[in-house]
């Protein structure tokens, strides 16, 4: 879907489709140089990074092996609640892994934060996160992230992966949700 076909619920496009592609890439590159030699895990958070993680593994130049994982903090609404719920959890070992997350979004900090500390508990070698978006305004809890797409205002996003109310996500850009759609 182009932001053309749904043009009145959107107040404006942030992120063009070849705006991202170019940024994945340069990250991809990024990705590449540090993980030299080394056996990376990616773990995609369902359902949001969909998108992003399906064009950060196509990018790769290298092998990655992917595994998913499902948590929750927001229910139907649009803030972040904290309080995290694993919806589906990983199938794989962390042992002694080199983990990189792969997130849509990082609004609170406060999902990616508890995240992080639970991958880290189940013996993982190093734990990053590479995130397509942040909202700093919307920090709560400071996050290391270690690849950052883009730095977004503190604006309801919607593309990309990104929905409200399970639409949207198939939206080929990242835009501001007009607020008559959700209010």
């Keep these: 879907m ?7 619920d959107l107040s404006e496009v942030l992120l063009s489709e070849a705006e991202i592609h170019a940024r994945i890439a340069e990250l991809c590159r990024e990705i590449e140089r540090d993980y030299e030699g080394r056996d990376l895990l990616l773990v995609g958070v369902l359902r949001g990074a969909v998108m992003v993680m399906a064009d950060v593994s196509r990018e790769l ?10 948590v929750s903090s927001y229910g139907a609404g649009t803030q972040s609640s904290g309080v995290v719920r694993i919806l589906k959890d990983l199938d794989s070992d962390l ?7 792969i997130e849509d979004i990082i609004d609170s900090g406060l999902t990616l934060s508890w995240l ?3 991958l880290s508990s189940r013996g993982a070698a190093t734990v990053e996160i590479c995130a397509l978006l942040r909202k700093p305004a919307a920090a709560k809890v400071e996050v290391d992230v270690r690849y950052v797409g883009f730095d977004i205002p503190n604006d309801f996003v919607v593309g990309y ?3 409200y ?3 949207y996500r198939n939206l080929r850009a990242v835009g501001v949700l ?6």
């Design 2 to 8: 182009e932001p053309a076909d749904i043009q009145g």
């Design 61 to 70: 130049r290298r092998h990655i092996e992917m595994d998913w994982m499902a």
């Design 95 to 101: 042992t002694g892994r080199d983990v990189l997350i």
């Design 116 to 118: 992080r500390e639970n």
């Design 161 to 163: 992966g990104l929905d």
């Design 165 to 167: 109310a399970e639409k």
């Design 178 to 183: 007009a607020p008559h759609v959700y209010s």
